[in-house]
């Protein structure tokens, strides 16, 4: 299994560049489609933004970010020392009431859901947060393997 850590120290959007062209450097060095690619970016976009807005609440904190080849698949794990947060706790938005009727939130998880295979939290020993978006069967095996 590889991996590789990408480690942010005051977690600011503007940080979401870099961690955008580490996670899309090294999901397309495992050989994945770029359409895949592109969700799996949308999705770890999507949770360090909550991380950043909602978990450490504008203030700045540790984001570690760690891409692993897992067989056929890829995870990507991120880890914060925000507030504990479960977002597979986060019940599925009701799609279909009205735009205006629908409450605040949610759409971000759901957007995860959507585009991740699974979805995994866990609370880190030092009482930080750990979530684990997995996409499944998508490393393509080349010609030489």
């Known amino acids: ?53 909602h978990g450490y609440n504008g203030e700045e904190g540790l984001i570690v970010i760690e891409v692993k080849q897992e067989d056929e698949s890829v995870a990507i794990y991120i880890r914060d020392e925000a507030p504990q947060f479960d977002p597979t706790q986060i019940p599925t938005p009701d799609l279909t009431l009205p735009l205006e009727d629908r409450p605040m939130g949610g759409m971000g998880i759901h957007l995860i859901r959507q585009f991740m295979d699974r979805i995994i939290y866990r609370e880190t020993p030092q009482g930080g947060n750990e979530l684990i978006l997995v996409k499944e069967n998508v490393i393509q095996k080349t010609l030489e393997e």
Do not use: C, G, Q, W
């Open 1 to 53: 299994m590889d991996s590789s850590t990408f480690t942010i120290k005051k977690a600011k959007l503007k940080h979401l560049a870099e961690i955008r062209r580490f996670v899309d450097s090294e999901v397309s060095a495992l050989n994945v489609h770029p359409d895949i690619i592109y969700n799996i970016l949308l999705s770890t976009t999507e949770a360090i933004t909550n991380i950043i807005l």
